[in-house]
């Protein structure tokens, strides 16, 4: 790897980690596909663990708000949805699954947009953690099906909680994808070398959040749930 790529690994991971610690998610939207392009292994194992020093600084920043209740919640749905990712990832294209939870994630914003707020339910975590766990561990993008039910809420219970709940879900998607073969000792060296850029965005990201929070989170967390599923379907379409 090259100076250069290693320099666009940091200045990428840099733009992620500024754009979650802001709205609450989003790194590996921005992140994954431009690791993918310098080196394919980056994707989706050492996007996944790149990210998890980002959310535990994110979770110690805004601990007085994680709702631990709700994240064990979602966590229940998210560990079948892991298991069957990691093993379509080792056996098959996981493209068409992908497309499908991509497609209902677009749906989810389109209501919540035009329609009722939506509220984080039990039911509606046990669904929406399902989601993230299959999308997040087959793409490494598996923030906006718990997102949209957040969208109605205050800034730092969005990102505290998500940040709970990514926390343990980045551990639970790394261990899935070691053990069915797809994250290794080459992937756990690539998964380093993003850190310097993770803490230089998460630092940014103190001001992101304050201009956010001042009434402005339900559209970013609605736009950047949108962009991040379309480009779900675009990389598994194209």
Partial sequence: MSSWDLLAVVGVSALGAFVQGSVGFGHNLVVAPALAL???RFVPGPAIASAALLTALMALRDRRDVHLGEI?????????????????????????????????????????????????????????GALSGYMGTATSIGGPPLAVLYAAEHGRRLRGTLAGFFLVGTGMSLTALA???SYGRPELGLSALPLPGVVLGFLASQWGARWLDAGRIRPAVLAV??????????EALL
């Fill in 38 to 40: 310098v080196d394919e």
């Fill in 179 to 181: 053990l069915t073969g």
């Fill in 72 to 128: 064990r919640t979602a966590l229940i749905g998210r560990i079948p949805a892991t298991i069957l990712a990691a093993v379509t990832v080792a056996a098959l294209p996981a493209d068409g699954l992908a497309v499908l939870f991509a497609a209902l994630v677009l749906l989810a914003v389109a209501i919540t947009a035009v329609g009722p707020e939506l509220r984080p339910t039990r039911n509606r975590l046990l669904v929406a």
């Fill in 225 to 234: 749930s949108a962009l991040a599923a379309a480009s779900v379907l675009a």
